[in-house]
């Protein structure tokens, strides 16, 4: 049997790239990461550069001048959310962790109480299947008392580190200010230093990625912030009513970061929250929290059509599938990530699916 090699070179090369391909966007997100304030900043001055250009054009400032000018505007903005958001969390984090053992034996007691309610004699289900279940539930509310209860103590140990935060913010800031002011500069750097045909296809991937994960991620981001601010307004509202809302600020970032996450959205965490309160016997709470999902329903509704002009094109069962590699390899951030790196993979490998994965790997 003869052995074709220049064929199986190719395989080769081919399963050499897309694995290259998978370990580069690995280690993009580790530096990304690693390099979070200028990620931030790049991202913010992505956004703002619309603003920029609104004033360079309506205006007789350069541009250097009219960047400068909305930074100003936007970063008294963004630091007075900061420290409001800083604060009222510090409160929220500290109070919910001083009260986070009566949650977790009133959730038992509330296991205990269905549980003794639930005639298991007359539904055939024996003592030791009735322990099993008992224990995993109890098990259950342990699990999520840990998880809660480390992610506030790590929030708060983060937000208490004041020296670390305004290191972080500064250098965002520094880096925005450069990004916006000397774009240009940086441009006629990028394109001095590599060579022309890299620059031709890192602009023309950058453009293309842009066009598809930018799109989508700047549509998701608008939806969040709407359902976060809706949120938030309506729980604060729901509290000043008389209420019991006690963590309106935190409750309104987990709303908005499950919202986040695709597939899943705000009713996966406030359907639960109203049951758990309508349990409790706190009717009015749940009514309320029901009442706010409606409504923050019918505004996503009413918003999605106007802000997401096109979606991603996956089926909905491989985001899941990326959902859950994602969470199994980095942990609950990895749920949001993961659909991310799909997008990613989908935009650099268009032409290998569009053909199949296999053939294109395979085929002579």
């Not at 800083?86 to 007691?109: C, D, F, H, R, V």
């Not at 409504?295 to 909905?316: K, L, W």
Request: proline fraction near 3%.
């Amino acid at each position: 049997m003869v052995i074709d090699m220049g064929y199986w070179t190719k395989v080769t090369k081919r399963i050499i790239v897309l694995v290259l391909s998978i370990i580069g966007i690995y280690l993009a997100f580790k530096l990304a990461v690693f390099y979070m304030p200028f990620l931030v900043a790049f991202i913010i001055s992505l956004l703002i550069e619309p603003l920029i250009r609104f004033v360079n054009k309506r205006t007789s400032f350069t541009r250097k001048t009219s960047a400068i000018l909305v930074l100003i505007v936007v970063s008294v903005i963004l630091i007075g959310f900061l420290i409001w958001g800083i604060t009222a969390l510090i409160q929220e984090a500290s109070k919910l962790l001083q009260s986070l053992n009566i949650y977790i034996e009133t959730g038992y007691n509330q296991i205990q109480n269905i549980i003794q309610n639930i005639n298991f004699e007359k539904l055939k289900i024996p003592q030791e299947v009735t322990s099993v279940i008992q224990n995993s539930l109890w098990d259950f509310i342990g699990t999520v008392s840990n998880w809660v209860k480390n992610f506030l103590t790590s929030m708060m140990n983060f937000l208490t580190e004041i020296p670390t935060i305004a290191i972080y913010i500064g250098i965002a800031f520094v880096a925005i200010y450069f990004m916006c002011t000397d774009k240009l500069y940086m441009i006629d750097q990028l394109e001095h230093h590599l060579p022309k045909e890299w620059v031709k296809r890192i602009g023309k991937h950058t453009r293309e990625l842009i066009t598809s994960l930018g799109g989508y991620l700047k549509a998701e981001a608008t939806l969040i912030l709407i359902s976060f601010i809706v949120s938030l307004i309506g729980l604060y509202i729901l509290k000043f009513l008389g209420f019991n809302v006690g963590y309106p600020l935190l409750a309104a970032l987990g709303i908005g970061f499950v919202d986040a996450l695709p597939i899943l959205g705000s009713g996966t965490a406030m359907i639960p929250w109203a049951i758990i309160s309508a349990m409790s016997g706190d009717i009015k709470l749940a009514i309320g929290i029901l009442v706010l999902w409606i409504v923050m329903s019918v505004v996503r509704q009413f918003a999605e059509p106007r802000v997401v002009s096109h979606h991603i094109g996956i089926h909905p069962i491989f985001t899941l599938i990326a959902m859950y590699t994602g969470f199994k390899a980095i942990g609950v951030l990895g749920m949001f990530v993961g659909p991310i790196v799909l997008i990613i993979l989908k935009n650099i490998f268009a032409t290998m699916i569009d053909k199949g994965v296999g053939k294109a790997i395979f085929d002579r």
